[in-house]
C-alpha cells in the first residue's frame, strides 16, 4: 500500500474516532450527572451517619464502596460529594465564563486604554499560581461556599478572557461590522448581534478546560482542608481524610479520586470533540 493511501486510511481512522471519543466522554459525563443528581435515591445510606461499630470495612454486599474511618458509607459520601464539588465547579466555571467573555469584548470594543490595562491584568493573573492565589484569598475571607466559588472563577477567567478578546477584536474589523455600525447600530446591538454569537463556539470549548481546572482546584483545596469543610462530603476532602489509611484501607480514597478522574477525562473528550467540531477543518470537513 502507497504512503499516500496509507495517510487517507490513517486520517479517516481518526475521523472515526474522533466523534467516538466524543460520544464516550458524553457517556461518562451522563452517567455521573444522573448518579449524583439522584444520590438522595440511590446512595443506600446518609453519607453523614456515623456507625463506630463498621469503620474501615472493606468493600461488600452490604457496603458496596467500604466505609471510612468513621463507619460512614464510602458510596454514598461519593455520590453525595459528586454533588459537592460538581456543583461548586460549575458555578464557578460560569461565573469565570461570564467574567472572561465581558471583559474579552470590552477589550476589543472599549478603546486601547482598556485593552491594555485588561491584557496586563490578566497576565499578572497568569504569573500566580491559582492554587496559592486562593490559599491567600481563602485564608483571609474564611472557608465556605461563597468565597469558594468566588476565588475559583477567580482562578480561572484569563482563558476565556483571552479568547473572547481575541475573537472579537477579529469580528470587529469584518466590513459587515462596519456596515452595521454605518446603519445606526450601536455598540452593545453589535456585541449581541454578532459578536457573541461568533464568539460562542470557542467560550463553549475554553469553558470544558476551565471547568477541569476549576475542579482540580477545588479538589485541591479540599484535600488542603480550605474547600468545603466537613462533615459535607466532598471529593478532595476524601482522598484526604483516606491517605493515612491508604495502605490498609486503600478505597477511603482510592474511590472518589476515581470519580474525579472519570469527570476530568469524559470533559477533555467532549473538550476535544469540540475543539475539532468548531474548528476551521472540522467546519471544513463537514
Do not use: C, K
Amino acid at each position: 500500500m502507497s504512503a499516500p493511501v496509507q495517510a487517507i486510511d490513517a486520517r479517516a481512522g481518526a475521523n472515526r474516532r474522533r466523534p467516538v471519543q466524543g460520544v464516550t466522554g458524553g457517556v461518562l459525563l451522563a452517567v455521573v450527572a444522573v448518579v449524583t443528581l439522584g444520590a438522595p435515591l440511590i446512595a443506600p445510606y446518609d453519607p453523614l451517619t456515623q456507625d463506630l461499630t463498621s469503620v474501615l470495612r472493606p468493600p461488600s454486599a452490604e457496603h458496596p464502596l467500604g466505609t471510612d474511618q468513621l463507619g460512614r458509607d464510602v458510596l454514598s459520601r461519593v455520590l453525595f460529594g459528586g454533588r459537592t464539588a460538581l456543583g461548586v465547579s460549575l458555578v464557578a466555571t460560569l461565573v469565570a465564563t461570564v467574567i472572561g467573555v465581558g471583559l474579552g469584548v470590552l477589550a476589543a470594543f472599549g478603546g486601547r486604554w482598556w485593552d491594555v490595562t485588561l491584557g496586563r491584568l490578566a497576565d499578572v493573573q497568569l504569573a500566580v499560581p491559582g492554587i496559592l492565589l486562593a490559599l491567600v484569598v481563602l485564608a483571609f475571607a474564611g472557608s465556605g461556599l461563597v468565597p469558594l466559588v468566588v476565588v475559583l472563577a477567580l482562578s480561572a477567567w484569563v482563558l476565556t478572557f483571552r479568547i473572547a478578546r481575541v475573537h472579537a477584536t477579529f469580528v470587529a474589523g469584518q466590513p459587515y461590522i462596519e456596515a452595521a455600525r454605518i446603519a445606526g447600530a450601536s455598540t452593545a446591538a453589535v456585541v449581541r448581534r454578532h459578536v457573541l454569537p461568533a464568539v460562542a463556539p470557542l467560550v463553549l470549548v475554553a469553558a470544558t478546560l476551565t471547568f477541569s481546572t476549576v475542579l482540580l482546584l477545588e479538589s485541591s483545596l479540599g484535600f488542603l482542608g480550605l474547600g468545603v469543610q466537613p462533615p459535607t462530603p466532598d471529593w478532595g476532602e476524601m482522598v484526604a481524610s483516606g491517605q493515612a489509611q491508604l495502605a490498609g484501607a486503600w478505597w477511603v480514597s482510592i474511590f472518589p479520586g476515581i470519580a474525579l478522574v472519570v469527570v476530568i477525562v469524559g470533559v477533555q473528550l467532549v473538550g476535544d470533540r469540540l475543539a475539532e467540531r468548531f474548528s476551521v477543518q472540522g467546519r471544513a470537513e463537514r
